[in-house]
């Protein structure tokens, strides 16, 4: 059964530090994974998404890359800003029949 | 041009009453999924279907009902609501079973 943790479960840097968030999952047999952030309150907004034949994907500040066979996932943010304060959560995809999220790293970014 | 919509936002009952929880995706999506949010933030799929048709079912008590009319409503129906029912659910939508997923604002399900 797969299983998704993230490390560190918190985290807060000063404003303009760039960071790496990390996931890591139990069963190398993946379809992709996808990074979303979670304000409170709220839903989840999708950063990005890498299949599983992909080594990284980027999407401005944010760069994502993909080691299946360590079963490992880091999430890079550039120059944090204030605006970046969230949960962000993995969730690995087995083979299109379900997803595992991650319990989340909680990110504050200090201005 | 919300994408993915759910009503209620809030839902406050008692226990022992039945509740339903509606989603409406406007992307065109095929498929569509609903995930329990527990205190601890965990979140866990619960249902997921593919034109209409279930494809997945969690060890989810069988209290919990999807109902998928057509492809972009998915609604949960709750009977029997227990306190340990109490949490936010969201539902989601991709364009096919395994893609990128978009998520709703979430129902936050208070049992008392």
């Known amino acids: 059964k797969q299983e998704v943790t993230q490390i560190p479960a918190a985290l807060s840097v000063p404003e303009g530090e760039n960071l790496v968030l990390n996931c890591s999952f139990t069963?190398?047999?993946?379809?992709?994974l996808q990074w979303f952030r979670q304000d409170p309150g709220k839903g989840l907004t999708s950063l990005l998404l890498?299949?599983?034949?992909?080594r990284e994907q980027t999407s401005g500040r944010l760069n994502a890359s993909l080691d299946k066979s360590s079963g490992r996932s880091t999430l890079y943010i550039a120059a944090s800003q204030p605006g970046d304060s969230a949960t962000y959560l993995c969730?690995?995809?087995?083979?299109?029949?379900?997803?595992?999220f991650g319990p989340g790293t909680r990110l504050s970014v200090l201005p | 041009d919300t994408a993915v919509s759910q009503t209620p936002k809030y839902l406050v009952t008692q226990m022992g009453n039945d509740k339903s929880i509606k989603c409406e995706q406007n992307?065109?999506?095929?498929?569509m999924y609903w995930y329990k949010q527990d205190s601890k933030k965990f979140l866990k799929i619960m249902f997921s279907?593919?034109?209409?048709?279930?494809?997945i079912n969690e060890t989810v008590p069988n209290r919990f009902s999807p109902k998928s009319p057509d492809k972009a409503h998915l609604n949960l129906h709750i009977n029997s609501l227990e306190l340990g029912d109490s949490a936010v659910y969201f539902c989601?939508?991709?364009?096919?079973?395994?893609?990128?997923?978009?998520f709703g604002p979430g129902t936050r399900l208070t049992v008392t």
């Open positions: 989601a939508s991709s364009p096919r079973i395994g893609s990128e997923q978009y």
């Open positions: 069963d190398s047999a993946i379809y992709n």
């Open positions: 890498i299949q599983s034949s992909q």
């Open positions: 969730a690995v995809n087995d083979y299109g029949q379900n997803f595992v």
């Open positions: 992307l065109g999506h095929d498929t």
């Open positions: 279907y593919n034109n209409k048709e279930l494809i």
